[in-house]
C-alpha cells in the first residue's frame, strides 16, 4: 500500500507535473552569509598579516614568499597566517557550490 508521497512522487514522474520548492530565498540567505563570513576572514587574516609584516625574522616576507608561509608553523612560528588562509580556501570552495548564482572564475579555479 503506497503513501501519500509515494503516490504524489508517482504522479509528478508520470505526467512530469513536478511540485518542487526551489527555496532560492534560503540559499540566497545562506550565500549573503558565507559572503560575510568571508568577509571577516579576510579582516582576521589581513590582521595577521600586518602584525607578521611588522616583525624583524622571516614572517615579514610571507606576502612574499608562500614557501616561508606555509611553512611557518614547522619552522617555529605560529603558522596562524596561514592557517586563516586555509580557512578561507575551505570557505570559498563551500561558497562556489552556489553554481545557480553564477560566481564567475574564481569559482572555476577553486572546483
Known amino acids: 500500500m503506497a503513501g501519500a508521497y509515494d503516490k504524489l512522487a508517482t504522479f509528478m514522474n508520470e505526467t512530469e507535473h513536478t511540485i518542487v520548492r526551489k527555496y532560492r530565498h534560503l540559499a540566497a540567505r545562506d550565500l549573503l552569509y558565507l559572503q560575510a563570513e568571508l568577509c ?22 610571507y606576502d612574499k614568499e608562500w614557501w616561508y608561509l606555509a611553512k611557518s608553523k614547522e619552522r617555529g612560528f605560529d603558522g ?3 592557517e586563516q588562509q ?8 563551500e561558497y562556489c557550490k552556489f553554481s ?3 560566481l564567475g572564475p ?6
Open 80 to 82: 596562524k597566517q596561514w
Open 86 to 93: 586555509l580557512k578561507i580556501r575551505e570557505k570559498l570552495r
Open 100 to 102: 545557480d548564482f553564477n
Open 106 to 111: 574564481i569559482c572555476l579555479f577553486l572546483s
Open 40 to 61: 571577516y576572514l579576510d579582516i582576521d587574516y589581513n590582521l595577521i598579516a600586518q602584525q607578521n609584516a611588522t616583525e624583524e625574522d622571516e614572517r615579514k616576507i
